[in-house]
């Protein structure tokens, strides 16, 4: 086990009052989330906008710091370490972003982003460049390139850009987060390819933050879906895909569009939008869009309740049933 | 097919930039029937977009319409929209032909309330009174399947969700009853779920308004639940035209083939590798001769880098620009 997260949380005071000097609420981005990802495993987070997958990707690297819970890294607490060993421990977990061009400082080349990870962390001009080499063809770029600015490069190259750039320090874990949402769909699957054909290579463990459920069926060994901040269900990948046990979960799945014309498809399960962060529903937050709705939803949150030996759904329906 | 409400002949824009000049839009064609939903399908670059733009006369300063016929049926008789000048053209914007596009955001003004921007148009358009216009305005909420349209009406954009937001939006652009409405990636900055939603509405308004729908969108998934009618765009240029059964069941050009391939099963058996396309789009600057798609096709042969491939057919209504049609 690489990762192991326990009841993380991560509010976010509300500022009220005539000069916002009160805090009169909290937005609970990230409620009570607890789970585990072995080495050399994918765990991917799906989820609406605003559920909290890309706030506990950013809490598992330690880039904000938790309102509460902790975050194993290897068995080692991270946010117990001083300053000196985050560093340390940073440079075995790095991020992939949705949108790699914004992250780049445009007038750097190529060469020089990719070794500035190397750079920070005390290595040699020549080993830096040494490294860069031996990267660029490993996610399909060429050795020329090094010397190129980031606008000269279509969202696709970026993307590998930022790819390299995480696996400068040869990391163990990397949190892909939405890494191939903003590409075009020709090049999508050209870099989901790379992120798969690395994980292998280098037995990377990938946390992979994604709301898109083909490609997180294509990528992942187990799946989390979170609502409002918590997970409703986690399981490995089939049966989370054959078997979803949580109305949101089925819900999700029913909303994504067919693969061909006339496909039979149950019309779509999900009604209203996620609800506010800021105001979480009493009792089982998906109760005010849940078709099966009860009246105990209403009142007492479920608990994650474990259904198989790798499976587990938050819902007092799945719980009076079993 | 149905008899076309909208009729489009070769039409090209070209763009002026700094970088210099280029065809975003090269000799595209395409019919929309009435009542029909044509999806038009390409990555960013490929001109589906600036297509859009072309119909309703709202091209950038730096782009031209070189040439091209846009026939679009009206109550009088066709005319060639193309031809219209500003004043005609803005009779036919939004009471002929309305427009969604991806960011509601974007388009409605952040300082005025819904209502006031629901009613402008009824108001401008339509010749409405106040009261009348409000009316309008909550009748038209409640077809988006709005709950509450009173308060909403009130309410700023800020205010809703980005559901909510394109619900306004299509309100909006439903308001004046347009005979064609042109979806610009409707739902790309919504969640699946709301997504999924918002295709059920449009769907069902269209069919209740016997309106046609020109949707734009990169999404194969959304053309497959939506579209009667596809056409694919590379490069700029039309690549392929079919019923939508067809492309799925036998994609004629290798760019079709390709997406149809790269996009990950949700139910069938997932492939250890995904069947990409390699290479990168082309660069609208530096165009490859011949057939646009051939660096990247994997049947790519000589001729396929001379000339600029014609169309050729595949069946009823379906043709491809591709020399290994048919085979």
Same mark, same amino acid.
């Given at each position: 086990m690489l990762i192991r997260v326990d009841n993380l949380a991560k509010h976010y005071p509300i500022a009220g009052g005539f000069f916002g000097h009160r805090t009169v609420g909290a937005v609970r981005a990230v409620d009570g989330v607890s789970f585990s990802i072995d080495r050399g495993e994918t765990l991917a987070l799906v989820g609406e906008s605003g559920c909290g997958k890309s706030t506990t990707g950013r809490l598992l690297t330690r880039l904000i710091e938790p309102t509460a819970g902790t975050v194993r890294f290897d068995n080692m607490e991270i946010s117990e370490m001083d300053a000196g060993e985050l560093r340390a421990a940073r440079r075995r977990m790095q991020l992939v972003f949705q949108d790699a061009g914004s992250s780049f400082n445009p007038r750097m080349t190529v060469g020089a982003l990719i070794a500035e990870p190397m750079h920070l962390a005390g290595a040699s001009a020549a080993d830096c460049k040494a490294r860069v080499q031996e990267l660029l063809p490993l996610v399909?770029?060429?050795?020329?390139?090094? =010397?190129?600015?980031?606008?000269?490069?279509s969202g696709g190259q970026r993307q590998r850009i930022g790819i390299a750039r995480a696996l400068a320090l040869r990391p163990d874990f990397v949190v892909c987060d939405e890494p191939v949402s903003a590409l075009d769909v020709s090049v999508q699957a050209q870099v989901i390819n790379l992120l798969t054909r690395l994980q292998r290579e280098f037995g990377l463990t990938y946390l992979f933050i994604s709301h898109d459920l083909r490609v997180v069926r294509h990528v992942a060994d187990r799946v989390a879906v979170m609502y409002l901040g918590r997970i409703v269900e986690i399981a490995d990948k089939a049966t989370l895909y054959k078997a979803p046990q949580h109305p949101y979960t089925r819900a999700l799945l029913s909303a994504v569009p067919a693969h061909r014309p006339g496909a039979v498809r149950k019309k779509t399960e999900v009604v209203g939008e996620i609800a506010s962060a800021r105001a979480v529903p009493s009792g089982c937050r998906y109760h005010t869009r849940c078709p099966y709705v009860m009246p105990i939803c209403r009142t007492e949150e479920p608990e994650l309740t474990e259904l198989g030996a790798t499976h587990s759904s938050a819902c007092h329906l799945v719980q009076t049933s079993h | 097919m149905a008899p076309a409400l909208l009729s489009v002949r070769n039409l090209t824009v070209a763009f002026d930039t700094r970088r210099g000049p280029f065809d975003a839009v090269r000799d595209v064609s395409f019919d929309v029937g009435a009542g029909q939903t044509l999806g038009v399908v390409g990555e960013s670059g490929s001109g589906k977009s600036v297509t859009a733009m072309a119909l309703m006369q709202l091209l950038p300063d730096t782009a031209t319409l070189t040439s091209g016929t846009i026939a679009f049926a009206g109550p009088s008789g066709s005319r060639n929209l193309a031809a219209l000048g500003e004043r005609e053209m803005q009779k036919v914007r939004g009471r002929e032909i309305a427009m969604v596009f991806q960011d509601p955001m974007a388009s409605l003004n952040p300082i005025l309330t819904v209502g006031h921007q629901i009613m402008e148009p009824l108001r401008l358009q339509m010749g409405l009174a106040k009261a009348a216009a409000r009316a309008r305005a909550e009748e038209l909420l409640a077809l988006v399947r709005i709950p509450s349209p009173g308060d909403i009406l009130r309410a700023y954009p800020h205010e809703l969700s980005g559901g909510m937001r394109q619900r306004v939006m299509i309100a909006i652009a439903l308001s004046c009853g347009p005979k064609l409405l042109i979806a610009d990636e409707?739902?790309?900055?919504?969640d699946v779920t709301t997504q999924a939603q918002i295709l059920e509405l449009l769907r069902d308004l269209q069919e209740r308004l016997h309106m046609s729908v020109l949707l734009i969108t990169h999404d194969l998934g959304v053309v497959a639940e939506f579209a009667d009618d596809v056409m694919v765009m590379y490069a700029g240029r039309t690549v392929e035209r079919s019923p939508v059964q067809a492309l799925f069941d036998k994609p004629g050009h290798p760019y079709t083939e390709g997406l149809l391939n790269s996009m990950p099963p949700l139910e069938d058996e997932d492939p250890e590798v995904l069947q990409a396309i390699e290479g990168n789009v082309a660069s609208p600057f530096a165009l490859p001769p011949g057939c646009a798609f051939h660096p990247r096709?994997?049947?790519?042969? =000589?001729a396929c880098r001379q000339a600029l491939p014609p169309f050729a057919a595949l069946g009823e209504g379906h043709e491809a620009a591709c020399l290994r049609v048919p085979c």
């Open positions: 399909g770029l060429a050795a020329e390139h090094t =010397d190129r600015y980031p606008h000269e490069f | 409707p739902t790309t900055a919504l096709c994997p049947y790519a042969f =000589d």
